[in-house]
C-alpha cells in the first residue's frame, strides 16, 4: 500500500476518533492547558549573610531565620529576625546546618540537630530553645542520637516527635519537656528530612521520599508511632518528591489530619497525593502539572506550602540554569482543583529554597542556592498571591468547530484514497511500490543523514535535558516519524532510544561533575534531564563503568 494511501486512512480513523470526542466536549470535560501568569515579585531587604540549610518560619510576628551555613560552606552560628524594616542578626547557641527547628504551642522554638561540621558533614545531638520575646537562645539538652536532616513535628498532647537521619541510623525521639530527648520506637524504613503528619492528638506516621542514604527505597513504607508499619499501595506508583533543604511538615496541612503531598510517577510528572488520617489518595486537577515552560524544562523542589485559609497550596520551581523562578499554586476550592504557574523573568539567580506563607497568606522565599553549597544567596523574595488567582478553564474546543473540522477531514480523506486507488490501478504495470524502511535494511546514505540531524539536534537544542522527552517528540521536530528515528538510532548506534538519549545525559553529568565537584547528586539529576537519582546512578555506571563518586575520585 502506498504510504500516501496510509495516511488517507489515518485521517479517516481521525475523523472517527474527533466524532467519538464529540460526548466527552458537551459535557465540557475537554479542559485547556494550564495557564501560565508571569509575575514581579518585590524585593525586601537581604540578609546579613547569604546562608543555607537554615529553617525559616514567622514567631512573636518576626520573620526569622535559623543557622544553615554560609559562603564556602562554612556553619554559622547565628540567626536573623525581620522587623519589617531591618534584618537583625542574634548569637545562638550551637550551629544547626540541615537541623529542625518546631515552633511550640508555647511560642516558643525547639531547635536541635544539623552538621558537625563545614562540607556538610556528620550529625550532631544539640538542643536548643529560641525565646522570640527577648530573641536569645538557650542550650540545655541533648538529642536521643545524633542527627541531621530529620523533622520534628509537635502533637496536641504536647510532646514533640523527632525522626530522620543522614548517613546514620534513625529511630523515633519524643520531647516532652526533658532535657534528654527519649528514645521510644523503631522505624521499619530509616529517612531522610521525613514527614511527620500527626493523625490524632497522639499518634502521627513517618514517611518520606529517600531513605538515609539519599536513596529511593524499592519498597516504601508507612511508620506509626502507635501501631506497625504499612504500606500505601499509591505509593508505590507516585513517589514522594525529596528535599534535602529543612521543611516543616505542618506546612503541607490542608485541614485537621489531611494533607498535601509532592509526588512523581515512573515518567517524572509531578502530581499531588492527599494523606487523609492513614487513607492515600491522587488529588484530582483540571489539567495535568506543566512540565516545561518556553524557557524550557521545569524542575520542582520541595513539599507543598499550603494556606488553609484560602485553600491554596504553592510548590517552587526553577529551569535547567537557574535563570526563571516558577511558584505552581493550587486551587483546592474548586474539584477538580485549579492550576496555575507562575514564573518571573529572566533573573539572575533563582533560589532553590523552602518556601514559607505570610500571616497575609503571600508567599516568601529567603535565601538558599542556585549554582551549589558554597555560594548560599542573601536574597530575600516576596510573591503576592493574597488576592484571587486565575483559574483554569474547562469550555474545551467549541462544539461545532470540532464538528466542522471533523466534517473536514472526512471529505478529504475520502477523496484522497478514491484519487489513490484510482491512480495505482492506472501505473500499476509502470511503478514498482516500495514498502516502509525496515530494520532489517542496510545503513543507506539517507539513515546516515537522518542520523547526523539527530545528533545534531541534541547537541544544539539539548533536548535530552527533557525528563519527558519522547521518540515522538524527535521526530517532530526532524518533521520524520517514530519508526524512522527509532530505526535509524537502533541501525546506527545499535541502541534504544531511551539509551542514546541516556547517552547524551551522562556526558552532560560528566561535565556537570568537571566544572563542580562538589555539586549535589539531586541537583546534577535534575539538571542533566534524568527523572530518578536511581536512572541517574543505574545510566552513569552503564556508560562509565563507575559510580558518580568513583568518577570524580578518578580525576
Not at 29 to 34: A, G, I, L, P
Not at 164 to 177: E, Q, R, W
Not at 446 to 464: A, C, D, F, P, S
Amino acid at each position: 500500500m502506498l504510504l500516501a494511501e496510509k495516511m488517507a486512512y489515518r485521517l479517516l480513523l481521525l475523523f472517527c476518533s474527533m466524532f467519538a470526542l464529540l460526548p466527552l466536549c458537551a459535557r465540557g470535560n475537554v479542559v485547556d492547558e494550564c495557564p501560565v501568569v508571569s509575575i514581579v515579585p518585590e524585593r525586601l531587604p537581604d540578609m546579613t549573610m547569604a546562608r543555607s540549610g537554615h529553617r525559616i518560619f514567622y514567631v512573636n510576628g518576626e520573620l526569622t531565620v535559623t543557622g544553615g551555613h554560609i559562603k564556602n560552606f562554612v556553619l554559622t552560628q547565628t540567626a536573623e529576625y525581620f522587623d519589617g524594616t531591618n534584618w537583625h542578626v542574634v548569637d545562638m547557641a550551637y550551629p544547626h546546618d540541615n537541623g529542625f527547628a518546631v515552633v511550640l504551642q508555647s511560642g516558643e522554638v525547639l531547635i536541635g540537630g544539623g552538621h558537625q561540621d563545614e562540607l556538610g558533614v556528620g550529625q550532631t545531638y544539640t538542643l536548643e530553645q529560641y525565646h522570640p520575646q527577648t530573641h536569645t537562645f538557650e542550650g540545655f539538652g541533648c538529642l536521643d542520637c545524633r542527627r541531621v536532616l530529620a523533622n520534628a513535628m509537635q502533637l496536641a498532647d504536647g510532646r514533640v516527635i523527632i525522626s530522620g537521619n543522614h548517613y546514620a541510623p534513625d529511630a523515633i525521639g519524643c520531647y516532652d519537656g526533658k532535657p534528654q530527648v527519649e528514645h521510644v520506637a523503631s522505624l521499619r524504613q530509616y529517612r531522610s528530612n521525613p514527614y511527620i503528619l500527626p493523625i490524632s492528638a497522639d499518634d502521627a506516621v513517618i514517611l518520606g521520599g529517600n531513605d538515609n542514604y539519599d536513596r529511593h527505597p524499592d519498597t516504601v513504607w508507612v511508620d506509626r508511632l502507635k501501631g506497625e508499619a504499612f504500606r500505601a499501595p499509591l505509593l508505590e506508583h507516585w513517589r514522594l518528591v525529596y528535599t534535602d533543604q529543612p521543611f516543616s511538615s505542618e506546612a503541607c496541612s490542608m485541614a485537621d489530619y489531611t494533607y498535601l503531598l509532592t509526588a512523581t510517577d515512573a515518567s517524572g510528572q509531578l502530581g499531588f497525593v492527599v494523606m487523609s488520617d492513614t487513607t492515600f489518595s491522587l488529588l484530582s486537577t483540571v489539567c495535568p502539572v506543566p512540565m516545561r515552560s518556553r524557557f524550557g524544562p521545569i524542575f520542582y523542589k520541595g513539599p507543598v506550602a499550603f494556606d488553609k485559609a484560602r485553600q491554596r497550596g504553592y510548590v517552587i520551581g526553577v529551569d535547567s540554569l537557574c535563570h526563571h523562578q516558577y511558584i505552581l499554586a493550587i486551587d483546592c476550592r474548586q474539584k477538580p482543583a485549579a492550576l496555575t504557574l507562575y514564573h518571573t523573568d529572566s533573573q539572575e539567580e533563582a533560589t532553590i529554597t523552602i518556601p514559607v506563607l505570610t500571616p497575609d497568606g503571600d508567599l516568601i522565599l529567603v535565601g538558599g542556592i542556585a549554582s551549589n553549597n558554597y555560594k548560599p544567596l542573601a536574597s530575600v523574595w516576596l510573591y503576592h498571591f493574597a488576592t484571587p488567582m486565575p483559574t483554569a478553564t474547562t469550555s474545551g474546543m467549541s462544539l461545532w468547530l470540532l464538528v466542522g473540522m471533523a466534517m473536514a477531514v472526512a471529505v478529504f480523506s475520502a477523496c484522497l484514497i478514491v484519487y489513490l486507488r484510482r491512480r495505482k490501478q492506472t501505473t500499476a504495470d509502470d511503478v514498482t511500490v516500495v514498502d516502509d524502511v525496515t530494520a532489517e535494511d542496510p545503513i543507506d546514505g539517507k539513515t546516515i543523514e537522518l542520523m547526523e540531524r539527530i545528533r545534531t539536534l541534541m547537541e544544539e537544542e539539548h533536548l535530552y535535558l527533557r525528563t519527558d522527552l519522547k521518540l515522538q517528540d524527535v521526530a517532530v521536530c526532524l518533521h520524520t516519524n517514530s519508526s524512522y528515528v527509532s530505526e535509524c538510532i537502533n541501525s546506527v548506534c545499535g541502541q534504544t532510544f531511551s539509551q542514546f538519549v541516556n547517552e547524551f545525559r551522562v556526558r552532560h553529568a560528566i561535565e556537570l561533575l568537571r566544572q563542580q565537584p562538589d555539586m549535589k547528586i539531586v541537583a546534577i539529576t535534575s539538571a542533566s534531564g534524568f527523572s530518578t537519582e536511581a536512572s541517574f546512578f543505574r545510566n552513569f555506571k552503564t556508560v562509565t563503568g563507575m559510580t558518580p563518586r568513583e568518577w570524580v575520585a578518578s580525576l
